[in-house]
């Protein structure tokens, strides 16, 4: 053996030996001398990390009334092992007696979240305060039971905003699978599920953090400073372009009557309301349910779930007329003042007679007086002379067809129907010009949605020169014009004056104010189902406009005589409003686009 | 059997034993580990899942059959096979820098269907062999820095490349295999000069750049050195080798400090300041000495630990097992565990001076080098001695690629040990 090697292999021998011997005394100290000083804080106060939820950000009105905040609540939770076999523990019995809990509803309830895999039972969600004070006070006589804070999503009106402020679920395996949110999400956390909690999600969610705290050794937290490791990062709040006021007074004037009505603000494009009708309380998604009230409401026949203003398809009617008379005036196959054949209350295409809502007939009108009195025949014949790709191209122009915004996944984009979905959906050439009539009053398989028909009524009122609809100030969207309309200035004006005459001469006037000219179009829709859905678009004041609203309700029979009175009304309640708004609807709108 | 019956009659069995003491120390403890919580702190801590203990049985059998085929595997062909194998493990270590898994951020495991990898971990295996290879082929010649350089450049590619998943404790291991056997192989003096005056030019550059914010004080080194290298009249290409050397790692090591992470960077400089960072990396170091301590001679909790002291204990089934063996297992346990290790250790520098051929003997320094530098740094860390970073305690963490390498490093020491005494 060579000497260096030797050398070698003791100084080899030496350092790991230096170094285990360094390892050895170390933890002879940490084992030995100082073992009481560590057992102790082992068993005394110990540092732990604990997460902490970040609150979410509120939902506010446009005037700053809080729609949705964070509620703390107590829940009385017990460890998993307090029910074994459908047998309660001691603490359990007692608790169930003491506040008075059916027992096998209790204990089935139980055994239910048992099944799901939850951590900890919770006996009692949202305990009262004195519930909570008599768990804290026989702490002793009730081991394993504990009293837990946690935040809760409340909704302050409930059903007013339920369809578009919509509300928050817990997340599930799904959301916490994802990559993307998988650092994101924790098990229990709460989630957007729909409508602005869903769409603005990102937005409203607290960022999670985690504190470390100084807990005993019965795991309660002492000491008062907690030492951050990852501060909580509370969400930010969100401001709706509804004002709470407008709402209001639109969900009054609906009372139980199934419809809805959305309002938007000219030339913006905000949404001011939006009330579908019957609604639900969100509040109760956010608690417990019982499985009785959830049946109720599910099988209501009303469905108060439905969001009709984003979801609901309907016909249009006669609110389509408009739409088919620009088609015809720029496809140049009538004049504003042409005169067709006179409305004698029917018309026979074929062998077929398709009637006028006026049994009576309108006798003699030009196009003008046809769009005013909303008369069938007139539209009929126009119809004819109109390709059905034609009508497409323009109900497309203007907004129909496809959905208004992109804020939420759920709304829908309606049907305008084309000669190619024809051919799909009866085959090539089964069908026939006939359905030109149907397409020129809006019947048929034309679907529209209450958001469509505002923002038609809006698009119709500002010659096109206004925003995409936004219900959401801030954060500010980016305010995106809407594109210009394929129409000449004189079309839009005979349009525009004459939806101002439906208001004061013809089928709308039970929607007139007094003092403020108003611009609108009725319309009364068959519907197999039933008695006839009632419909009415408006703007107003009709030479400056500033509000556009449209109102349906089903199954209540005449547009002009059910839904036209309660969109008069509800452009009352907006008068007054603006009126008390010092700083005026229009200067407001202006400083926020300039913003942009 | 037969395999078996031959190895246990050829070879050391206290080193057989040693082994199986090892192993069932480490199924103990995670046995103990993860079992549920229970108390005061259940719903805190979300525990560690027993399934991970029997996915550790599964891989300590697979890691028994790795250690046999290792003690019967003829050491001359796989002396032959070192480039071989350098060669496909520097391709996985790239591979997986491209197409590997990435957890929290790092790139580290190659995905085989139901199998994960860490090409790293086996990455160190083909370090021993290659370097061993090297230098006993390059035993008889005088001019020794030919070889030390080429096995230095060798390691440093694996070191560059696992750095870059970022793995800086894994990374580690390399350099520090490497030093063990070139220790062994016996540096001239000049290499040594070099090599360390090298570390110390890193270390005053990132002083004066990192805590004094300037670069006079390095500059003010060179110059010296460039002085003493005149002084000194060592040959003029070794000088310029030694100053070119400084003057890189000078300026490289902002380049790596750049390079590290942000937590990694932080732990680093929470060593130096622990204040810095008292409640991040720090957290993990207090509860594991908190741990320890508590576990005084005879340890408290076996099968409960984590009833109260180790709740909370970040990564305790994996690098911090030693603080659940400090606590369940007390000092006593402690030291038994790190005996068993310091006698593997000393046992494979026994068989590297009795070896007759040097490649065995190679590999012998660089096994006992590799359970030296993990077991060190591990307990260090977990007993507060040193900045926290990735290092598992070989055949007793809790995962597959390190105990497969680990079982099959061993099995080699038990190979040479028989051959040893054929010879």
New interface residues.
Partial sequence: ?DH???L??R???GV?WL??T???V???I???P??R???N???EN?????PIKGPRGRILDRDGVILADNLYIADISL?LDALQDSIPDPTLSRLMSWFGLPEQETLARLADQQDRGR??LTLIANASHTQYAIVEEYRQDLPGARVDARARRRYLYGPLFAHIVGHVGEVNQADLDTAAAGAVYRLGDMKGKLGIERALESQLRGRNGEK?VE?N????IVGSEP???QRVGPGKDVTLTLSYTLQASLRELFGERPGCGVAIALPSGEVLAAYSSPSYDPNMLTTVISPAEWERLINDPAKPFFNRVLQGTYSPGSLYKPVTSLCGLSQEVIGTHSVLEACYGGYYFGDRLFRCWKWGGHGELDHGEALVHSCDVFYYQLGLRLEIDQLHATALSLGLGKRCSDLFATEVAGNIPTAAWYDRRYGAHKWTRGIMLNNAIGQGEILVTPLQMVQLAGLLATGGEMFHLTFVQNPAPVAQPMPSLPFSDTHLRWVQHNLEQVVDVGTGTAANLAGIPVAGKTGTTQNPHGKDHAWFMCYAPADAPEVALAVILENAGHGGAEAAPVAGRWLHSYFDWASQNDEGEPVALAKDQGEN | MHLIDQIVKTVDQRLLLVFFMLIVFSLALLWSVTEPIRGPYEDLDPGVPKSIFFRQVLWACAGVLMMLVAARLPLRQLENAAWLLYLSLLLLLVLVLVVGSSVSGSRRWLVLGPLRMQPSELAKIALIITTASILSRQHTVRRQIWPALATLFLMTAYFLLVLREPDLGTALVFPAIWMGMIFWFGISGVFLLGLLTCVLSAVISFYSQSVLEHAWPWSVYIVVLIGLLYMGRLRVLSSAFILLGNIAAGLGIPYFWDRLQDYQQKRIMSFFDPASDAFGSGYQVIQSKVAIGSGGLFGTHYLQGTQKGLAFLPERHTDFIFSVAGEELGFAGAIVILALYLFVILRGLDLALKSRRPFPAYLAIGIATYFAFHVVVNVAITSGLLPVTGMPLPLISYGGSNLLTSAFLYGLLINIDARSFDL
């Fill in positions: 053996m260096p090697r030797i070698r292999a100084i080899f021998r790991i170094l285990f360094i390892l050895g170390n933890l002879f940490l084992q030995m100082r073992h000083h560590f057992k804080q082992a068993l110990r540092q732990v990390s604990l460890p951590r900890r470390i807990v050794a019965s795991g309660q030492l951050w490791r």
